[in-house]
């Protein structure tokens, strides 16, 4: 038998690169311009295909070696014997290939079964970068293309699949890296429990994380007229000042820009249909930070009450959920969200949408600014805003719109005053 020898062909500037896949195996009989390693370096991931076919004598190389141009990756025995051998053989592997689509069925119902899927997908560079940025475990995936071959498109499917089932692939994270000493080794450490809310939110904001792509606009809202107008209720018995927070009356704000931005009050229960659910009603959820996690309450039809209504009802929903009172159906069920941390401090963030719905309102700490107004500078009282949105549904130019609306309903368009 003759040996023919595959070496790294011309890869440009690639020096002394690592092998991060074998994709053949010796025995294995491979083609013309099949993938045989994948390289990487700093840059980029690169296959070197063969350039000849026959069967795998010696295989040279492994994971992890490093390599350049002209060090060997295999040898192969490509006498006539074996190919005659092959052609004798036709017939038998016919057979068998009859075999096997006769039972491909029952193959592609176990495809997503750890046990039945081969170690090694075959899969582009590109394709297995994407898979390792997803934190996708690439053999689980079933390859579209000719001969199982996995690419992105499949890749996508695969997490939208089962992110439906509610399963987190591959623990949704990349590959973690090995701490070589442990914390301990550099001081004094306590191990605690994770709040029991905190694990339970836990994977709906990765599912919202990896299954929504978000986009965040920031603006501000010039409040000063409603704080004005807030500052000055009082009871018409008493005479005493009626305290309503802010955040009552960025409920009553949004939910009339949900009105005029149906698609806002929306959720998408399945991407590939191509259908999306309007909801008539307002149900805006309120993340209230308690001792355990957050929660997110809702505060039902909104658009049928008052202000000082809405400011009663968001006390009393907190005061369940601090002492972990509330009912679990009332975290569900919600058109949109209102993040605010304006009582502790800070401006511009980038909530997480609260999955199904599609936008999540952020509110920071309102401040006093200096704003040019007609020629001449002007104290104002500035809202920060953070405005999350799902792309699939919202557009950005839809989105700097439904700002713009908010930011009317909260100044001085603050038709709000007739639903204290």
């Not at 026959?54 to 190389?61: A, Q, T």
């Not at 297995?128 to 940025?133: S, W």
């Not at 987190?168 to 809310?197: A, C, W």
């Not at 949105?389 to 007739?418: P, Q």
Request: glycine share 6%; charged share 30%.
């Amino acid at each position: 038998m003759s040996k023919t020898e595959i070496k790294v062909p011309n890869i440009g500037d690639f020096k002394d690169v690592e092998v991060i896949e074998v994709l053949v195996t010796e025995g294995q009989s491979i083609k013309k311009n099949d993938p045989l390693i994948t390289i990487e370096s700093d840059k980029s991931s690169v296959e070197i295909p063969s350039n000849l076919e026959g069967k795998i004598k010696n295989l040279k190389i492994k994971v992890g070696d490093k390599v350049s141009e002209g060090n060997l990756i295999l040898t192969l025995d490509n006498d006539t014997e074996v190919k005659k051998e092959e052609v004798k053989e036709k017939p038998e592997i016919e057979k068998e290939s009859k075999n096997i689509e006769a039972i491909k069925p029952e193959i592609q119902e176990k495809t997503f079964s750890k046990n039945n899927i081969s170690d090694i997908s075959a899969a582009s560079p590109k394709a297995r970068k994407f898979a390792r940025e997803l934190g996708v475990d690439i053999n689980q995936v079933a390859g579209s293309q000719k001969d199982g071959r996995v690419v992105e498109d499949d890749i996508k499917k695969f997490v939208s699949s089962n992110s439906k089932n509610n399963v987190v692939v591959k623990d949704s994270k990349p590959d973690k890296i090995k701490n070589e000493f442990e914390h301990s080794d550099f001081g004094e450490i306590e191990t605690k429990d994770i709040p029991r809310v905190k694990k339970l939110s836990s994977k709906y904001l990765t599912n919202s994380w990896t299954t929504i792509p978000h986009v965040t606009n920031h603006d501000e809202a010039d409040i000063t007229e409603m704080e004005s107008f807030r500052s000055s209720l009082t009871d018409m018995y008493t005479g005493e000042k009626i305290k309503i927070t802010p955040l009552a009356f960025i409920i009553k704000a949004l939910v009339a820009s949900l009105k005029k931005f149906p698609s806002f009050n929306s959720s998408i229960d399945e991407i590939e249909t191509g259908k999306m659910t309007l909801k008539k009603y307002y149900h805006i959820g309120i993340a209230v930070d308690t001792p355990n996690g957050l929660m997110v309450p809702k505060i039902r039809n909104a658009n049928n009450k008052k202000i000082s209504l809405i400011s009663k009802e968001l006390k009393e929903v907190s005061e369940l959920c601090r002492n972990l009172k509330i009912d679990k159906k009332e975290l569900f069920g919600g058109s949109m969200t209102i993040t605010s941390l304006g009582g502790i401090g800070g401006s511009f963030f980038t909530p997480i949408i609260n999955y199904p719905e599609v936008a999540i309102l952020g509110v920071g700490r309102s401040e006093k600014k200096q704003i040019f107004i007609n020629g001449k500078f002007q104290t104002r009282t500035m809202l920060p805003i953070s405005l999350s949105y799902d792309h699939r549904i919202i557009d950005g130019a839809e989105a700097a719109r439904f700002n713009n609306d908010l930011k009317e309903n909260l100044g001085k368009n603050f038709a709000y005053k007739l639903a204290v």
